[in-house]
């Protein structure tokens, strides 16, 4: 999928969920991008309110994210639990991703502590820098811990290269 698509698909779903006017704070790489650090990213991923969730799916399926997957929850019986809620896209040979975190435990703090920014005309409410490198540390995947010291570097003020 092309760049232009990507882009093309994230605007309709961010006016989709505005529309709505469910509350969300943007996470994951598309955030990170936001923050200074682009990297590439397959899918969309959002911290919601529980009790919006019906709304949220109903919004990006209007987008045509009409394929659900089953809930998947991970760090179970933790403090860091996450369940997270995901519909798909079809786009020719190629599907994109709808994740949708659930606002509960240390997420309630993402969604509380999120800025809004400018970006492609419209405001967005994105999660902190802060709490994406705590988002990161829970997941503690390889890639995690590069976006981490990547995003700390940043936050440090030294440029990418």
């Known amino acids: 999928m092309d760049a232009l698509t990507f882009k093309t698909e994230l605007e309709a779903v961010l006016d989709a969920l505005a529309r709505e006017r469910v509350p969300f704070a943007l996470c994951g790489g598309v955030a990170l ?47 860091e639990e996450t369940v997270v809620h995901r519909v798909s896209k079809p786009l020719g040979d190629s599907v994109l991703t709808v994740d949708f975190l659930l606002a509960r435990g240390y997420l309630a703090q ?32 390889p890639q995690d811990r590069a976006d981490i010291a990547r995003l700390e570097a940043i936050l440090r003020g030294e440029s990418e290269e």
């Open 33 to 79: 991008g936001v923050h200074g650090l682009v990297r590439a990213t397959k899918d969309f991923d959002f911290v919601v309110p529980e009790k919006d969730l019906s709304r949220a799916k109903a919004a990006v399926a209007a987008t045509g994210f009409t394929l659900p997957a089953a809930p998947m929850t991970f760090q179970k019986g933790r403090p």
């Open 110 to 141: 993402v969604l509380k502590g999120c800025q809004e920014v400018e970006w492609s005309g419209r405001r967005v409410a994105v999660a902190s820098a802060a709490d994406l490198i705590m988002m990161k540390r829970v997941a503690d995947r």
